[in-house]
């Protein structure tokens, strides 16, 4: 099995949205870019959400993200994995990302939404007993993965339309 490890947050102190993947995939890694999967549909989906097209280049597509007070990062700073699929983790070697830390430094962050199941997974049970109960809100979106086929890119795209209109909660 190889030990991989992930990449920094994408952030700014201003950033009131988290979205939360589990480890990059074998191409983003090769390549050193967040979802560099040409199949993957994060970019398409960010392209017509906050105008983070794929045919950007990629530190114009950050400063985007950036710009919609939107941050990205991975639950696991490290894991033994072989290839990309989430399924193929192994359970015993997930070390998370320090999120304590995280939020501390990020207070404006309100919504954080999980890229598919295996991030939301992994968060509740390496992360979340950890942190002391805040004001966050929590939500699992479809995997924008090309594993993750069982829902058209409209049907992800309608899904993840959330993170640029959050539900308002009541007083």
């Known amino acids: 099995m190889s030990h991989i490890s992930g990449f920094p947050p994408i952030e700014n102190p201003n950033a009131h949205t988290l979205i939360l993947g589990s480890m990059p995939g074998v191409e983003s890694l090769r390549v050193g870019q967040y979802y560099a ?20 280049p990629y530190a114009e597509r950050i400063q985007i993200l950036k710009s919609a007070g939107i941050a990205l990062w991975d639950v696991l700073a490290s894991c033994h994995r072989p290839g990309s699929l989430d399924a193929n983790i192994e359970t015993a070697s997930l070390v998370p990302n320090d999120f304590k830390e995280f939020f501390s430094s990020h207070p404006l962050i309100r919504h954080v939404y999980f890229n598919g199941a295996m991030a939301e997974k992994c968060f509740i049970q390496q992360v979340a007993p950890l942190l002391e109960p805040g004001s966050r809100q929590y939500q699992r979106l479809p995997s924008t993965s090309p594993a993750h086929a069982a829902l058209s890119f409209q049907q992800k795209l309608q899904a993840w339309q959330i993170i640029i209109t959050p539900p308002i909660k009541a007083c």
């Open 37 to 56: 999967h040409p199949r993957n549909a994060f970019w398409p989906v960010m392209g017509e959400l906050v105008g983070a097209y794929p045919v950007l």
